[in-house]
Every structure is written in C-alpha cells, then in structure tokens.
C-alpha cells in the first residue's frame, strides 16, 4: 500500500481506500485477518493510532469486523463492498479530471476524446478479472 | 488499593520565555501535548525548538509561569524527568572511545529501570555492533544507537530532536520503524523536532509550527491540512488586489496571478475574493504539509 505523506489528503483516508483497493483486488479475501495494527504501522511507516482511525473507518462500513483477541477480519459481503467503493474513489478523480479540463478551457468533447483514449490504454493492458 | 493513574499532560507549559543575552530564544510559549498523542515540532533553523527541547529535559534553566513534564515541575525535579522519558539530543553526547557494549552498560548503571529485552530487540533491529567502537560507527548508526539508549529505560515519553537530520532514506526509515515499534508497545507520548516533513506526518497526529520562539499554530494536522487553502485568482490586467479574505496567513501578486493562502477555508472565501473589483476568475488548491509551513513562515517574514 503506498501512502504519499506529501497529500493533503489525511493519511487514515488514504489508509482505508488502501485496504478498500486491495480487498477488491483480492488482495485479503473474506474470512481472511487484517495485518495487527502493529505489523500495519511499522510495514507502512504510520503511527499506529493512525492506523486504528482507518481500521474504525472500514468497520464502521461493514468492509471488516473484529473478533474479540483475534483481530480483524474481511467480512463476507467485503469484497463486493470493496469494490462499489473503489468506484467512488475514480468518480472522485474522474471530477477532478474533468475540472482539470474545465480550468483549462477544455470542451466536453475535447474531454471525452481524452477520457476514451484512456479507457483504450487499460483494454490494450488487459484485466483477467472480470 | 490500585495506583491512581496520573492524567496530567505530557506536556505542560505557560508562558515560556527564553533569553540568550539580549536575543528571545523562546517567546512567551503556551503548548500543551496531551499524552499518548505525537506531536511534530516544525520551524526553520534557530526558531526555538532545540531550546524548547532542552528547557523540557532540564538542561537549561528558563522563566515560565508553569513549565510541567509529566506532571512534573522541571524546574524543581530536573532528576526525575529525566528518568521518565527518552531523550535523543541534535548532538550526541556519547563517549568516543568506549564500545557500544560499554556504553550500553554505562547507561543501565545509570537508569532505573532498564529493559534488557527492549535493549536486545533494538540492538537486532538496527544491527548494531556491540563490539564497535562509537567513534568508529557511522551517523546512521549513531542516530540509531542514541534512540536505542532513549527507549531502554522504558520511558513514558520521547524527545526527539533533529533525529533525522543527515540520515540517509535507509536509516531514516530504520529509525522511523524503531520509533514506531515502541510507540506500538508502550503508547509513549512522542515530540518530535524535524525539517523531514514526510517522516512528520507520517509520525505526527498535531503540529506546531514555532517562528523565532514565538508558536504561529498548533492544530491537528488533518485540520490543519483540510482546512487551509490557497485560492489562486486571476487579475484583470493592471488591477492590483484590494484586501485579502480573512484568515490570510501570506499572499503574493506576480502578474496577472494572485495567491493567497488562507486558513478556515469555507467557500464564503471563494465568493469573497471573487466579488472583488478586478478580479477575472478563482481557483482552489489544496496544501501539502511542506507548503504549508513555508507558507506561515513566509507570511511571517513579509509581515515585518
């Protein structure tokens, strides 16, 4: 998972959409136990109550629960859940896409044309899921 | 009967004020750190933050109307302080000629208690060399064996100053993961001086920025971050900006471009700014931490 401290968006944020991408990857599966807060921190160099800010975060969604003394743990629905909430995240960059256009005196087509040309490059790398 | 358990700040202190001769080191300083919390102490060289550090630890003498650590008056038990929390200073103070071995056994002799297991684990995680002589270990390692003798003696806090100044990103993550695996097993309240912004936020949950000994703020730092804003306009040519939005910590006009960085961002700015004569069309960006503290700074020195 990378962090980039230099954002200003707050690192547990960019702790939860970590997690959030990686269980939609696949990366941890339903059933399958979170890293400890511990191992988290220091694998990511983040202060651990950083770390359990996110982790609330994502219980809270329902991503994962915790099992008293075991730690944390994807829930069922996690990866189907994971993913509806990656989709946000690229609604997010994709509105910042388009003001990025709008800022520099872009038309809607002028956008689109490079919104397509994007979606063309991810086919020419190939996905296997899905 | 249980211990009460003492709820005090880590960190208390009002009205510090700090004179070298005629020069203010430290200026009429407030700061309170709650415990358990990391809390990173930003400002450029010869703001006030090694002194700061040292009134904290005792080793100098300062007036303040409460100057407490732990819950402990400095000023009256500089000893005790010094017992309870780990200090790794901007100059190592440690004996040239003795081994690390010898230093390590130097140092237990003199702290009570001492946590040999802490001590070991340290020495494996930073593959420090007991047999090595200090002069000959390299600064990395310095750094590395300075932090090693700070978390030994178990402290409830630590005082990093300047740790990771001339670091290479090797050690400096080492030293990050030292600082974190007993943040992780102690809970200690951390204050941290530094001019590595990243490492700052990635350790830090508050922030103070202190400029020639005076504290410019001290927020939480997704606040901080979230809160502060630059809002870029663009002038109508020859049109000069007539008063920036409220909250403006610097601004700057180059050309037709207007920048003003200001704190308390709401969209009531924008519409501020916006509505003024001469002014063509707005944008808002957001701040990293490092633009953010050259900008308080930089406001500060055009302010004069």
């Given amino acids: 998972m990378k962090i980039n401290p230099s954002s200003h968006v707050p690192i547990y944020l ?23 807060l511990r191992n988290m921190a220091i694998q990511i160099k983040v202060n651990p109550n950083t770390v359990q800010r996110a982790y609330d975060e994502l219980e809270r969604e329902g991503l994962i629960y915790a099992q008293r003394g075991k730690g944390l743990f994807v829930a069922e629905k996690g990866t189907a859940s994971a993913q ?38 991810m086919i020419k790398i190939g996905s296997k899921r899905r | 009967m249980t211990p009460q358990k003492d709820t005090s700040p880590a960190i208390e202190i009002q009205g ?13 300083l407030s700061l309170t750190i709650p415990r358990g919390s990391t809390f990173g102490l930003l400002g450029p060289n010869g703001a006030g933050k090694s002194t700061t550090i040292k009134i904290l630890m005792g080793i100098l003498s300062a007036m303040a109307e409460k100057l407490q650590v732990l819950g402990v008056d400095v000023r009256t038990n500089p000893k005790l302080v010094k017992q309870r929390v780990g200090y790794v200073p901007e100059m190592h103070h440690i004996y040239r000629w003795m081994r690390v071995s010898e230093v390590i056994g130097f140092c237990r002799s003199c702290y009570q208690p001492w946590n040999d ?20 270990l390299s600064k990395g390692m310095l750094a590395k064996l300075s932090l090693l003798l700070a978390v030994s003696h178990e402290p409830e806090m630590l005082l990093l100053d300047e740790p990771l100044s001339g670091l290479d990103p090797i050690v400096r993550e080492e030293f990050l993961e030292g600082v ?17 912004l990243d490492d700052v936020r990635r350790l830090s949950d ?20 979230t809160t502060t804003k630059r809002i870029c306009a663009t002038l109508k040519d020859g049109c000069r900006p007539e008063r920036p939005p409220e909250g ?10 207007w920048i003003a960085t200001v704190r308390d961002f709401s969209p009531d700015k924008v519409q501020q ?32």
């Fill in chain 2, 273 to 304: 700014v916006s509505a003024l004569d001469g002014v063509e069309h707005v944008e808002v960006q957001d701040l990293g931490l490092e633009e953010l503290f050259k900008d308080f700074i930089k406001g500060q020195r055009v302010s004069k």
């Fill in chain 2, 16 to 28: 510090l004020t700090k004179r070298f001769g005629r020069t203010v080191a430290v200026d009429n």
């Fill in chain 1, 14 to 36: 960019q702790i939860a959409e970590g997690i959030r991408a990686a269980v939609a990857a696949g990366v941890y599966r339903p059933g399958e136990a979170l890293p400890s």
């Fill in chain 1, 84 to 121: 509806s909430q990656a989709g946000d995240g690229v609604r997010r960059v994709l509105d910042e896409a388009v003001r990025a256009g709008q800022a520099a005196g872009m038309s809607a087509d002028q956008v689109r044309e490079l919104f397509n040309k994007a979606i063309q490059g």
């Fill in chain 2, 117 to 136: 297991r802490t001590c070991r684990e340290t020495l494996d995680l930073f593959a420090l060399d007991p047999a090595k002589k200090v002069k000959h």
């Fill in chain 2, 248 to 257: 403006t910590i610097w601004q700057r006009v180059n050309g037709r471009e």
């Fill in chain 2, 180 to 196: 974190l695996g007993t943040i992780c097993s102690r809970g200690q309240t951390v204050l941290i001086s530094s001019h590595m």
């Fill in chain 2, 206 to 225: 508050t922030i103070g920025i202190l400029n020639e000994g005076r504290l410019l703020v001290q927020d939480n730092i997704d606040h901080l971050l």
